[in-house]
């Protein structure tokens, strides 16, 4: 059972913490702007942070204190950070970090030391790659490590898509044709093999091929196709829930901001969930999170609050934890499960 919840919002460390069937929620400030976070599945309260200019950082007790971790990462701006679930060494689940400007880094130590894997910035797509708030650069904005095979590394970039390597990041395969170029979030399922998800502005594609090709699904999304993440159940891979808006002006802003969350059934168009969500106008883009430990529930937190639903994303329910009206001004960006 999942124990606690942590996300990240600006320059905050949030840690929403199960007790018995309670939730409390603690904040924690920092001088730095957080970017990404991810726990080792090895060593689940050891939590990895990009952070906007101040590098890497790593926490073992629940961000009260962080610590450097960026020997050989060039960059200072860490936008993204995994951890993968089947490669373990030296005691440590290998860590995955992409930047800003692009580049990808593998640590074996625990962030110790790191190795870079830059010859994706060699592919024929690479000159087409643009981050449109900052269009002079790009950046590495997903990291999804294969759940079954260890060689196999999927990035995403903003703006440029889903890249993959078989050899453990040496080399890299371009984008291919129907995946989505603008990539926001990317995500596997336990019982799907070869299966990736793919939130995007353009919004949701997805390969069964392990990205030897790619399908984009839309139908139901209506104008709400800037897709800002995905999550699948834990217990069945073709339960999917997206966080999505009409573009990124009415995303991230709360004073413009309108979001809904949609539900998608096997090959059945995408739905609307309104089940005990807060009202779309307002409303930030959901982060949404799942976890093995627990099948059929979906996590997602935004500027309103905290929603678990335990019915395979169909109804929700606000977890009730304190909740300060200055968090209605925030953009949720990352949340994981602990």
């Known amino acids: 059972m999942v124990s606690s919840l942590f996300f990240i919002a600006e320059n905050s460390f949030f840690e929403a913490e199960r007790i018995s069937e309670q939730w409390k929620l603690t904040e924690k400030t920092f001088d730095w702007k957080f970017m990404s976070i991810a726990s080792d599945p090895f060593n689940p309260r ?3 942070a990009g952070t906007f200019d101040h590098g890497l950082l790593v926490t073992e007790d629940q961000g009260e204190s962080w610590q450097q971790v960026e020997a050989g990462i060039i960059e200072k ?23 800003e400007p692009s580049n990808v880094y593998r ?12 010859s994706f910035l060699e592919l024929p797509s690479e000159d087409t790659w643009f981050f449109p708030p900052r269009p002079h650069t790009h950046h590495v904005h997903a990291i999804q490590p294969d759940l079954y095979d260890p060689e196999v590394i999927f990035i995403g970039i903003e703006l ?26 990317l995500t596997m399922n336990q019982f799907a093999k070869g299966r990736l998800y793919e939130a995007a502005g353009g919004g949701y594609a997805e390969t069964i091929d392990g990205g030897k090709s790619w399908n984009t699904y839309n139908d139901g999304l209506g104008s709400y196709t800037y897709l800002v993440d995905v999550a699948v159940d834990s217990s069945d891979p073709n ?27 096997h090959d059945k168009p995408w739905e609307v969930l309104y089940d005990g969500l807060p009202e779309e106008q307002g409303s930030t883009v ?3 999170a799942t ?3 627990e099948p059929e529930t979906f ?27 200055s968090y209605e001004n925030l953009r949720i960006r990352k949340l994981i499960t602990v």
Not at 163 to 175: A, H, I, M, P, Q
Not at 251 to 265: I, M, P, Q
């Open 291 to 293: 976890d093995p430990s």
């Open 239 to 265: 339960i999917i829930v997206a966080s999505g808006a009409k573009g990124p002006r009415t995303a991230y802003n709360a004073e413009k901001a309108e979001t809904f969350l949609f539900r998608k059934v």
């Open 77 to 99: 701006r860490v936008m993204s950070v995994a951890v993968s679930p089947t490669e373990k060494i030296n005691g440590y689940g290998v860590i995955w970090a992409g930047t």
């Open 299 to 325: 996590f997602a937190v935004n500027n309103r609050g905290i929603y678990r639903s335990t019915d395979q994303g169909v109804s929700w329910e606000n977890l009730g934890v304190e909740w300060k009206q």
């Open 46 to 48: 050891r939590i990895y």
């Open 107 to 118: 640590s074996e130590d625990g962030g110790n030391t790191w190795t870079s894997y830059p």
């Open 160 to 185: 440029g898509g889903v890249l993959k390597s078989t050899d453990k990041g040496r080399t890299w395969e371009d984008r291919k044709e129907n995946s989505q170029f603008d990539c926001h979030s």
């Open 286 to 288: 959901f982060s949404l």
